[in-house]
């Protein structure tokens, strides 16, 4: 049973300790990235981006973890955008997720923030599903082309 969510903290992640903790709720989401290449890349993303990992932590254990940045974009102003966003599977429907997008929401009023964004994988429903109950609409649709292929 998960404890009172008044009690629960979300934590900026900074150190190889905290970002090895959050790599093991992570690798749900990303299963491509090693424990190394995920540390690499969260340094270098902050380093280039401002990328920056949180997570939630409940009786010592990392529950969820979301990686955002700000950003200015000329369609929205000043935006938080969620890169990655993930409760580890056998903690979820608990509260750990709706808590951390709510320290996101709150976090990008406080940055002054005019949008909070994400993009998520079609293949994702229940992750769908949760973004529609904490009030996201869909708003465009994402394209890519793989280049050098």
């Given at each position: 049973?998960?404890?009172?969510a008044h009690?629960w903290?979300?934590?900026?992640?900074?150190?190889n300790?905290?970002?090895?903790?959050?790599?093991?709720?992570m690798?749900?989401?990303r299963?491509h990235?090693?424990q190394?290449?995920?540390?690499?890349?969260?340094?270098?993303?902050?380093?280039?981006d401002?990328y920056?990992?949180?997570?939630?932590e409940?009786?010592?254990e990392?529950?969820?973890?979301?990686?955002?940045r700000?950003?200015q974009l000329l369609?929205?102003?000043?935006?938080?955008?969620v890169?990655?966003i993930?409760?580890?599977e056998d903690?979820r429907?608990?509260g750990?997720?709706?808590?951390l997008?709510e320290?996101l929401?709150?976090?990008?009023r406080d940055?002054e923030?005019?949008?909070l964004?994400?993009?998520?994988?079609?293949q994702?429903?229940a992750a769908?599903?949760?973004?529609f109950?904490?009030?996201?609409?869909i708003?465009?649709?994402h394209?890519?082309?793989k280049?050098?292929?």
């Amino acid at each position: 049973m998960p404890s009172a969510a008044h009690q629960w903290v979300v934590r900026f992640a900074g150190t190889n300790s905290e970002l090895e903790r959050c790599y093991r709720v992570m690798v749900e989401l990303r299963p491509h990235l090693t424990q190394e290449a995920f540390m690499r890349a969260v340094r270098r993303q902050d380093e280039q981006d401002g990328y920056r990992l949180v997570y939630v932590e409940d009786e010592g254990e990392v529950m969820a973890v979301a990686g955002f940045r700000i950003m200015q974009l000329l369609v929205t102003g000043r935006t938080l955008y969620v890169d990655d966003i993930v409760t580890a599977e056998d903690r979820r429907s608990r509260g750990y997720g709706k808590h951390l997008f709510e320290w996101l929401a709150r976090h990008a009023r406080d940055q002054e923030c005019k949008t909070l964004e994400l993009d998520s994988g079609v293949q994702r429903t229940a992750a769908h599903r949760f973004y529609f109950r904490q009030r996201m609409h869909i708003s465009s649709f994402h394209f890519r082309m793989k280049l050098n292929e």
